[in-house]
C-alpha cells in the first residue's frame, strides 16, 4: 500500500478536497486579526471532525481556499454546513461590528466551490481504457483453453 493512501477496515482512500468558499456580497471582511482568527476557527472545527486534516488553509480578504482530506463516510455539503455555520456564530460573537454589515446574521454566501484533489483525470481514464483492454485480452486467452 502507497503511504498516499490512507487504510480503514475494508477500504483504502484518498479523499482530498479543495474548497473556495466567500462572505455574503464578497465584502473584504477576513483582514488582520479577523482572518487570523477566521483561520484559527477553521482549523478547530475540523479537528472536532473525526479524521477530517486541512492541508492547507489560506483566508483572503474576500474568500477562503481550504484543501483538507476526509474519511469517505463525509459528505463534503455537511462539513461545509458544519464549518459555515459554526464559524459564522462565533465571529459574529467575537466582532459584533460584522453583525451591522451583516444584519440578518447571513455571513457566508450561499454556495462554495469544491473540487476533488487526487488521481490525475487522464491517467486514471487510460487506466480505466487499459483494464477493459486487458479484460477482453484475458478473456480471449481463456477461450482458447477451452478450444
Given amino acids: 500500500m502507497s503511504k498516499r493512501f490512507k487504510q480503514l477496515s475494508h477500504s483504502l482512500y484518498e479523499c482530498k478536497y479543495h474548497i473556495v468558499f466567500c462572505p455574503k456580497y464578497r465584502y473584504r471582511i477576513f483582514q488582520g486579526e ?10 478547530s472545527l475540523c479537528q472536532q471532525k473525526e479524521s477530517v486534516e486541512v492541508l492547507e488553509l489560506n483566508v483572503q480578504a474576500d474568500h477562503v481556499h481550504l484543501v483538507v482530506e476526509v474519511l469517505p463516510k463525509y459528505a463534503i455539503s455537511n462539513l461545509m454546513g458544519f464549518l459555515k455555520g459554526k464559524a459564522a456564530i462565533r ?20 454556495g462554495y466551490c469544491v473540487s476533488t484533489v487526487g488521481l490525475d483525470e487522464e491517467k486514471i481514464r487510460k487506466y480505466v481504457r487499459w483494464q477493459e483492454l486487458r479484460e477482453q485480452q484475458i ?4 477461450r482458447r483453453l477451452f478450444d
Fill in 91 to 110: 465571529l459574529f460573537q467575537r466582532y459584533e461590528r460584522l453583525g451591522r454589515k451583516y444584519w440578518g446574521r447571513h455571513l457566508w454566501a450561499r
Fill in 139 to 142: 478473456e480471449s486467452q481463456q
Fill in 34 to 43: 479577523i482572518a487570523e482568527y477566521l483561520a484559527y476557527l477553521i482549523r
